[in-house]
């Protein structure tokens, strides 16, 4: 018998973002959301959402039933979000998908119009979209780079229902993404940050505007605000470094002419803990 790795807790945006800081992504560090939804149960089966037996039923359902080591990282109903196993560990959800993608199934059967048309179904959506926006900031990925289910080669199944468009679904991350952003620099051009790390606080001007995002250099970054980094590499589309025995990564955005590579100031400011704001 597998044994998955468990959570089952209900977790609001803020205390999800809380969680995801505390934990170190090594063997399995996604780059996507894969989207799935439950189908059976739909919402006519669960009409006040996913109760705690229900999780464990489905912890049984996938551990002594399907004998799978993992299963999928979230379950999405019109009460909030579910951390259903360990997001640090690599879930069971979608064959080809399951090695660098989080899975996130949703309360419903999108096949159904009569799920799909249900008041519920918008709220589910619109609590998946903010969740999906929520990862897509924390680990650094676009969300255009969300999958379906259907999406998988090795699939012949609709999910998440053959109702759900893509197009419109992702506009829809991408909208609760950029209020997560929080950034109109449509009239910036290399902006000034107050940049704040425990003692150090510094004055940073090295900066460029890409797709309305502010990125910065990362080595001369880290020579500035954190000085005891050592080791910086680039790996594929991140970097690398070490604080003491800690490490830490972030995505490449980009790559100039002299070879320097730019990440997101967000990006390595959330991984820093580091604050920063326009002067």
Not at 136 to 155: A, M, V, Y
Request: glycine share 6%; hydrophobic share 35%; charged share 25%.
């Amino acid at each position: 018998m597998s044994t998955i790795p468990y959570v089952g807790k209900r977790m609001t945006l803020v205390e999800l973002k809380r969680y995801l800081k505390n934990l170190r992504f090594t063997s399995f560090d996604p780059s996507f959301v894969t989207i799935h939804h439950t189908a059976n149960p739909d919402l006519n089966d669960r009409t006040k959402g996913f109760s705690a037996q229900h999780l464990l039923n489905l912890k049984h359902h996938y551990e002594e039933i399907q004998g799978w080591p993992g299963a999928p990282h979230f379950f999405v109903d019109d009460r909030g979000i579910i951390v259903f196993q360990e997001l640090n560990k690599r879930g069971v959800h979608a064959k080809s998908f399951n090695r660098n993608s989080w899975g996130i199934e949703m309360l419903g059967n999108y096949d159904s119009t009569s799920d799909f048309l249900n008041k519920r179904a918008e709220i589910v959506f619109q609590n998946t979209a903010e969740l999906v926006a929520l990862l897509c900031e924390f680990k650094g990925f676009k969300p255009d780079s969300l999958k379906f289910h259907r999406d998988d080669p090795k699939t012949t199944k609709t999910c998440p229902g053959k109702l759900i468009l893509k197009k419109p679904f992702v506009e829809r991350v991408e909208a609760e993404y950029n209020k997560i952003l929080g950034e109109d620099v449509s009239d910036w051009s290399n902006p000034i940050f107050r940049i704040k790390y425990y003692d150090t606080e510094v004055i940073w001007d090295k900066t460029k505007v890409v797709n309305n995002r502010t990125l910065v250099p990362i080595r001369k970054f880290l020579d500035t605000v954190t000085p005891k980094y050592s080791k910086l590499i680039k790996i594929g589309k991140k970097v690398y470094w070490n604080i003491g025995l800690s490490v830490y990564s972030t995505q490449v955005a980009e790559v100039d002419e002299n070879g320097a590579s730019w990440v997101y100031l967000r990006d390595v400011c959330n991984v820093l803990n580091a604050s920063f704001e326009k002067i």
